[in-house]
């Protein structure tokens, strides 16, 4: 091997072993964002996050890489708290997010608009509150998002039809209210886009396609008592 091709491999040896400093950035401000009473995450320490890959091989507790950069994080039933950050925008190469069944508070980052080509997003079984961000529809590649069993309230934001991969929907059991959009209550042939599973639990939600009876206003058969009533 000549001085070229010597100096070629020690360069790339250089490369796998620096973290990218976005990925970096991501881990160190996740990490300062979280609580980790049982001490599940024990490599999660800052030497770690300057070197968390190395090609395809991850050596960070619940980080999968790809080309050595984190295209995975699954932090699921660890019994983590706190928040969640909103510079894990900054892991650019992000494609699947799974923080579900913790103790997690306070709102979804909108930051979150910035991970381009996320397609799995599962933030479940936590305590979230606060609205549903409406950036999350500019996450084009999106096709899971779970957010079931949380505290979101406000409405379920119009823009997130717009996501046509979207396959997988379910924001049951929160605190939600309004109407469900028309872009994700359609009808595909004769079956709904998601069915009602993926929207009950929320008191204040109604629309297709919920049953008619756990809609908004009066029920068909209220209708027809209230005339009976005024015309007897």
Not at 106 to 127: E, F, K, R, T
Not at 191 to 196: A, D, I, Q
Request: hydrophobic share 40%; charged share 10%.
């Amino acid at each position: 091997m000549g001085i070229w091709g010597q100096l070629l491999a020690v360069a790339l040896l250089l490369l796998s072993a620096a973290a990218d400093p976005n990925d970096e950035s991501c881990l160190n401000h996740l990490s300062e964002s979280l609580e980790d009473p049982f001490k599940n995450l024990q490599n999660w320490t800052k030497a770690t996050f300057a070197n968390p890959c190395q090609g395809f091989t991850s050596f960070l507790q619940g980080a999968t890489c790809n080309n050595g950069r984190i295209y995975k994080l699954s932090l699921s039933n660890l019994s983590l708290r706190g928040t969640i950050s909103p510079f894990l925008s900054n892991c650019t190469n992000l494609q699947a997010l799974d923080l579900s069944s913790n103790q997690l508070t306070g709102p979804i980052p909108s930051d979150l608009q910035y991970l381009v080509n996320l397609a799995v997003l599962n933030l479940s079984s936590n305590h979230l509150s606060g609205p549903i961000p409406q950036q999350l529809a500019l996450c084009a590649y999106l096709n899971v998002i779970d957010l079931h069993d949380n505290q979101l309230s406000g409405p379920i934001p119009q823009q997130l039809g717009l996501l046509v991969r979207l396959s997988v929907f379910d924001v049951s059991n929160n605190k939600l209210s309004g109407p469900i959009p028309a872009s994700l209550g359609n009808r595909s042939g004769n079956l709904p886009r998601f069915n009602s599973s993926s929207y009950v639990g929320n008191k204040g939600l109604y629309g297709y396609p919920l049953p008619p009876m756990k809609s908004k206003g009066l029920s068909v058969l209220a209708i027809v008592g209230s005339d009976w009533e005024a015309g007897s």
